[in-house]
């Protein structure tokens, strides 16, 4: 590999094997305007929103557990499930509802809208709350992988959403660490021709909370991440695309809750939600 003028060259290449690009695209020396004509990327920056439907929002709501799996009432994520119905069905959504499910039933639910056709919707949104754990969700029952679920959605099993965004909300713990947090000192406020993408491309995750770390709800006013989601969505969702609103979801977890506890080991601690995003345009959740 060279270096010039700072700037390296080669081909790309794969961690597990040489891989050779069919094109590839320099950067140096570049505008924005000419940036953008070399890589096409200039009628590709929103995602399309103009079919005859939204789509589809599936909220799982899950609120009392089998004994056998020792996991406690969900109490406050009703609210939650409420407040979720409200604010998609405002956005154009086909929202649908489903209390206490068993992982059989989460899994049929999904495999079902997956079997749909989407040709005419602009995307699809699912919310689970629930128990878990990291990689894992609960029915009532029990726990299933969250990959295999997503994994309904992928671009070779669900055609008729290829390049369309396939958003999932995770409230639910992923592990058993608390954060006690930090103190701080610093305060800031075309015609397109036929394309192969990944199977995995379109996706976004938004988890209530990093990996390892509880996630918190309250029992009467639902949980700090749904709560904070639906209230930027109010606030922001006409002008803002999801990625800006979920950092504005952070910010407010972040900064405006703190745990409140009878016992001292769970007493002020806080949370930050974690995004994942595979998505490849910006998505504005209106037309």
């Given at each position: 590999?060279?270096?010039?003028?700072?700037?390296?060259?080669?081909?790309?290449?794969?961690?597990?094997?040489?891989?050779?690009?069919?094109?590839?695209?320099?950067?140096?020396?570049?505008?924005?305007?000419?940036?953008?004509?070399?890589?096409?990327?200039?009628?590709?920056?929103?995602?399309?929103?103009?079919?005859?439907?939204?789509?589809?929002?599936?909220?799982?709501?899950?609120?009392?557990?089998?004994?056998?799996?020792?996991?406690?009432?969900?109490?406050?994520?009703?609210?939650?499930?409420?407040?979720?119905?409200?604010?998609?069905?405002?956005?154009?959504?086909?929202?649908?509802?489903?209390?206490?499910?068993?992982?059989?039933?989460?899994?049929?639910?999904?495999?079902?809208?997956?079997?749909?056709?989407?040709?005419?919707?602009?995307?699809?949104?699912?919310?689970?709350?629930?128990?878990?754990?990291?990689?894992?969700?609960?029915?009532?029952?029990?726990?299933?992988?969250?990959?295999?679920?997503?994994?309904?959605?992928?671009?070779?099993?669900?055609?008729?959403?290829?390049?369309?965004?396939?958003?999932?909300?995770?409230?639910?713990?992923?592990?058993?660490?608390?954060?006690?947090?930090?103190?701080?000192?610093?305060?800031?406020?075309?015609?397109?021709?036929?394309?192969?993408?990944?199977?995995?491309?379109?996706?976004l995750y938004a988890y209530?909370?990093?990996?390892?770390?509880?996630s918190w709800r309250n029992?009467?006013?639902?949980?700090?991440?749904?709560?904070?989601?639906?209230?930027?969505?109010?606030?922001?969702?006409?002008?803002?695309?999801?990625?800006?609103?979920?950092?504005?979801?952070?910010?407010?977890?972040?900064?405006?809750?703190?745990?409140?506890?009878n016992q001292e080991t769970?007493?002020?601690?806080?949370?930050?939600?974690?995004?994942?995003?595979?998505?490849?345009?910006?998505?504005?959740?209106?037309?």
């Amino acid at each position: 590999m060279e270096n010039q003028n700072g700037v390296q060259y080669g081909v790309d290449t794969s961690d597990a094997k040489t891989y050779f690009t069919s094109q590839q695209i320099h950067l140096q020396d570049c505008d924005l305007k000419d940036m953008e004509r070399k890589t096409k990327f200039a009628h590709l920056l929103k995602y399309k929103m103009d079919y005859p439907e939204m789509g589809t929002c599936l909220i799982i709501n899950n609120k009392n557990f089998h004994s056998s799996t020792n996991m406690s009432t969900r109490n406050g994520t009703d609210l939650d499930a409420r407040k979720l119905h409200e604010t998609f069905t405002s956005l154009g959504y086909k929202v649908m509802v489903y209390n206490d499910q068993k992982c059989t039933d989460i899994f049929g639910l999904l495999k079902k809208i997956s079997d749909e056709d989407h040709s005419k919707r602009s995307s699809f949104v699912c919310a689970i709350l629930s128990h878990g754990e990291e990689g894992l969700i609960y029915g009532v029952d029990g726990n299933i992988k969250i990959k295999n679920l997503t994994d309904l959605f992928r671009g070779d099993r669900c055609k008729t959403l290829v390049g369309k965004p396939k958003i999932f909300f995770i409230q639910a713990c992923r592990g058993t660490e608390l954060d006690a947090g930090v103190e701080t000192d610093s305060g800031s406020e075309m015609g397109q021709d036929t394309q192969r993408i990944p199977v995995e491309a379109d996706f976004l995750y938004a988890y209530s909370t990093v990996p390892g770390y509880y996630s918190w709800r309250n029992t009467m006013n639902g949980s700090w991440f749904v709560q904070s989601l639906c209230e930027m969505i109010k606030l922001y969702g006409s002008h803002l695309e999801l990625l800006q609103i979920l950092t504005c979801v952070n910010h407010m977890v972040a900064l405006e809750f703190e745990s409140a506890s009878n016992q001292e080991t769970f007493h002020a601690k806080k949370q930050i939600p974690c995004i994942v995003s595979m998505l490849t345009k910006a998505f504005y959740l209106f037309k």
